[in-house]
């Protein structure tokens, strides 16, 4: 009898000290799923895995141990270089309410304002960039939200006011990675200028042959009321001004197509070697000039 009480009192011991023991157990277990979601998360980041670095900090920032300014700041790089960009706006604004002290608070202004750029925001990425530029004008990445503001610019056709900030990188900071593709932006703008300029003289080309055509069909029908030589002296002269009109117009059409040509080749030459070519510079400004010594040669021609 005493026996099996002693039984008994030794059973439920045991379940009171497995009881008791197992909030701890889970403690020690949540512990190692925060710690390891840390470590896979910064070890992705390291390597530049950054799908695989957002799911692991997301799920780290999620455990109170990982909640902090340091876990999230890298999370919010790694959505930006993962293209997640409206996630990384969103988390933007929740860092700097939850972290308003932040050593981190600049970079997290740049990348909010580079979030809204990506996706399509450009009046208020323009808005975000000037207040960055605005309260950090020493700041590292201070060309860099220049170069996004006068993206904006750009993509707005804003041509005029991106190609102010454009020049002032490349006059400003030379050695700055975006420097280059500010420099690409200047002779794209350029190269756009001189389309335009050409698709209007080939405007106004067009209806002066336009007008000439037609007053050539409207002295035939004036055939009877003049004297055989003066017509056909009237009929040779306009076929010659039409011949001339003909010819200009050709050649307007075949500069247009290959200033199209060039743009797109070099657009594309661009997107490989990340806008470093001095040489492609070089013939692309020499390509402008005779192409615009070309056009200021015909307006005196027309002139004439």
């Not at 799908?51 to 692991?56: E, L």
């Not at 006059?171 to 756009?192: G, L, V």
């Amino acid at each position: 009898m005493k026996s099996r009480r002693l039984c008994r009192f030794s059973v439920l011991f045991l379940c009171a000290a497995l009881f008791s023991a197992f909030p701890l157990s889970a403690q020690v277990s949540e512990h190692s799923l925060a710690q390891a979601s840390f470590v896979q998360g910064t070890t992705a980041f390291r390597k530049g895995e950054w799908m695989s670095a957002v799911f692991m900090l997301r799920r780290a920032v999620s455990y109170p141990e990982n909640y902090n300014q340091d876990t999230w700041y890298m999370l919010i790089t790694a959505e930006m270089y993962a293209g997640e960009y409206k996630t990384a706006f969103q988390d933007c604004e929740a860092y700097l309410r939850n972290f308003p002290e932040s050593p981190y608070t600049s970079y997290i202004s740049y990348h909010k304002g580079r979030a809204l750029f990506c996706i399509g925001e450009y009046e208020r990425s323009v808005l975000l960039l000037s207040d960055f530029c605005h309260l950090y004008p020493d700041h590292e990445m201070y060309a860099a939200a220049l170069f996004w503001i006068a993206e904006a610019f750009y993509a707005g056709y804003n041509y005029d006011d991106a190609k102010i900030l454009y020049s002032r990188i490349v006059n400003e900071y030379p050695d700055e990675p975006k420097a280059a593709q500010a420099q690409y932006r200047i002779e794209t703008i350029a190269q756009k200028a001189r389309e335009e300029k050409l698709l209007y003289l080939l405007k106004e080309t067009g209806e002066e042959y336009l007008a000439a055509k037609e007053e050539y069909e409207r002295q035939l029908k004036l055939t009877g009321s003049e004297s055989a030589v003066d017509i056909r002296r009237r009929i040779m002269d306009l076929q010659l001004k039409n011949s001339e009109l003909e010819r200009k117009v050709s050649e307007l059409e075949r500069q247009k197509v290959n200033l199209e040509y060039d743009l797109s080749v070099e657009m594309r030459k661009n997107s490989s070697v990340k806008f470093q070519n001095a040489d492609m510079l070089k013939t692309l400004r020499e390509k402008a000039q005779a192409t615009e010594e070309l056009l200021n040669q015909k307006e005196r021609e027309g002139a004439r």
